[in-house]
């Protein structure tokens, strides 16, 4: 009778013991890093748009753009008239997850004119790429290619007076107003400046840089100063007419 109440007694102290450490003690949990990683580049898709340098600079989750006058055919008037489009120049993407806090930040310092194989007209483009995490992002690129050479007409009927090209509005227009064009492109990182040259037909409005799942459309100012002949007036914005444009200021 003795043995079996001290038994109990025994079982109760260690039952007690387990759990004691159970609710006091750290235990190893398991973390899908990957998964937590695709989580956090998912939030960095919501982003705010400004054409203001100052917000932009002060902020993450953000991208700045300029506006260009393109010309649209209004089919109220029978005309064709001018009227402004916000075009992302700069990105400050940001998402966090449970174990990640995912950045990445874009800035289109340069376009100049260029040919593709067989003499086909192209243009280059420059684009700085600020990515803390190591390695480095595994990045596809798209040339965004109008479908019709009045592209910008189907877009006036909703832009009032003032649209901005998204990435979401360039997403949603795939193979109804853009066609998405794999990019000729290279990533070089000399270890102080990580920089991002897209080769792509001369008809591009833009670049797709593709973080999957994080996304973004970017274009440069200058694309449509060539077009118009007004070559450097985006440079007045940013490093002059014969400089990159700056709009992502480096961290000292």
């Avoid at 038994?7 to 990957?34: D, E, Q, R």
């Avoid at 700045?64 to 990105?91: C, H, I, Q, S």
């Avoid at 040259?197 to 996304?215: C, E, M, N, T």
């Amino acid at each position: 009778m003795w043995s079996l109440a001290y038994g109990l007694i025994a079982l109760a102290v260690v039952a007690f013991a387990v759990m004691y450490a159970a609710l006091h003690f750290s235990k190893p949990i398991s973390i899908n890093l990957a998964e937590d990683l695709y989580n956090a580049k998912r939030k960095a898709l919501d982003v705010f748009y400004t054409d203001s340098l100052a917000v932009f600079r002060r902020n993450s989750g953000v991208a700045y753009y300029v506006r260009v006058n393109v010309t649209a055919y209004d089919p109220a008037t029978k005309k064709y008239v001018e009227f402004p489009l916000g075009m992302p120049v700069a990105y400050r993407l940001q998402g966090e997850a449970s174990y990640y806090i995912y950045s990445l930040a874009l800035n289109a310092t340069c376009l100049l004119s260029a040919a593709k194989a067989y003499g086909k007209p192209a243009v280059l483009y420059e684009v700085e790429v600020y990515y803390p995490l190591d390695p480095a992002p595994w990045l596809e690129v798209y040339a965004v290619v109008p479908k019709y050479d009045n592209w910008t007409s189907y877009l006036y009927p909703a832009a009032g007076r003032s649209l901005i090209l998204t990435t979401d509005l360039v997403d949603w227009n795939f193979g109804f107003l853009f066609d998405a064009v794999k990019a000729e492109w290279a990533f070089i990182n000399n270890g102080t400046r990580a920089v991002l040259y897209a080769l792509v037909p001369k008809a591009a409005v833009g670049v797709l840089v593709v973080d999957y799942p994080a996304k973004a459309f970017i274009t440069c100012g200058r694309l449509f100063a060539q077009q118009e002949g007004e070559e450097g007036r985006e440079g007045e914005r940013g490093g002059g007419d014969n400089g990159p444009t700056q709009y992502i200021q480096p961290e000292k």
